[in-house]
């Protein structure tokens, strides 16, 4: 085993910890969650994680997942902290991350090679109503999609490039706004169905990519899930759940797709992110 190996597995078991803590809290405050994405592909098809995965993605209606941005100061240990587009800097993400302060993990932020320093997280996905009648609800995402490409022009995320004039125009618009109002516009917008009430979801505040809508019934009730030795919360209908993100979900991808889709350049987790030096970490990457 190769020391990238390693510690992939190390990341791997700070982050099922975190997990741990992270159910354990949802349990005492009744916050409904459920793995998602890779997470919950890794849980079923490997009971762990997946081999090459080094994340940890779980969602939350979105009236759980505003109660938690709400209380998260006083319901998180004091070694974890939430950041959101409200409270952190320069972050165009439309979801939330809870961070382990008492680790640093560094990884390359936007096409210019910025480096983005942090703790290791698990990303929390926000799971919105998109009401009862599906021709809404694709309309509901749509403009979702519009406020997300919005979000993203006024960021690093549009690299430079020569584009139609008409193109170039509507994003330097766009940037007379910034990210954080575009962001509250687009939680306003998705805040106006509620999930408890609407017959079809869709998690539409996280990427342009992402426009699946779902009956709200493959969620459903919490169904727990093992992931190594402990049990924790999955959607209620799995297979249907993965079935409609991967289609044929047991079968292995090839070779040169097994790998992770971050770039992660530093990973410490028995170093606090806030004592972290970028110009030393850049320095001994220079003598190597």
Request: hydrophobic share 35%; with cysteine.
């Amino acid at each position: 085993m190769n020391n990238k190996d390693t510690i992939l597995l190390q990341l791997q078991d700070c982050l099922y910890q975190m997990l741990v803590e992270f159910d354990s809290i949802c349990k005492e405050h009744n916050l409904r969650y459920y793995l998602a994405y890779g997470s919950l592909l890794g849980a079923v098809r490997h009971g762990d994680f997946i081999p090459w995965d080094d994340d940890l993605d779980v969602v939350m209606p979105r009236e759980d997942y505003d109660r938690l941005l709400k209380t998260y100061k006083e319901i998180l240990p004091s070694h974890y902290d939430l950041h959101n587009y409200n409270n952190t800097p320069n972050y165009f993400l439309s979801f939330a991350k809870i961070v382990n302060t008492d680790t640093t993990l560094v990884e390359i932020a936007n096409k210019k090679n910025d480096y983005r320093v942090g703790g290791v997280y698990i990303d929390i996905f926000p799971l919105d109503g998109m009401g009862n009648c599906i021709r809404s609800a694709r309309l509901r995402t749509k403009k979702a999609t519009i406020y997300r490409i919005m979000i993203d022009s006024t960021t690093d995320m549009f690299e430079d490039k020569k584009r139609a004039l008409w193109k170039q125009l509507i994003i330097n618009i766009t940037r007379l706004f910034n990210t954080q109002k575009w962001q509250n516009r687009l939680a306003r917008h998705l805040r106006k169905k509620s999930f408890n009430k609407s017959k079809y979801v869709s998690m539409s505040a996280t990427s342009t990519k992402d426009k699946k809508i779902v009956k709200k019934e493959i969620f459903g009730e919490p169904k727990k899930i093992k992931f190594r030795e402990h049990y924790f919360y999955a959607p209620q209908m799995i297979d249907e759940y993965l079935k409609t993100e991967y289609g044929d979900y047991m079968q292995l991808p090839p070779i040169e797709k097994r790998c992770s889709h971050h770039n992660f350049v530093y990973i410490d987790l028995n170093l606090p992110f806030e004592k972290f030096d970028v110009k030393d970490m850049e320095r001994k990457q220079l003598r190597k």
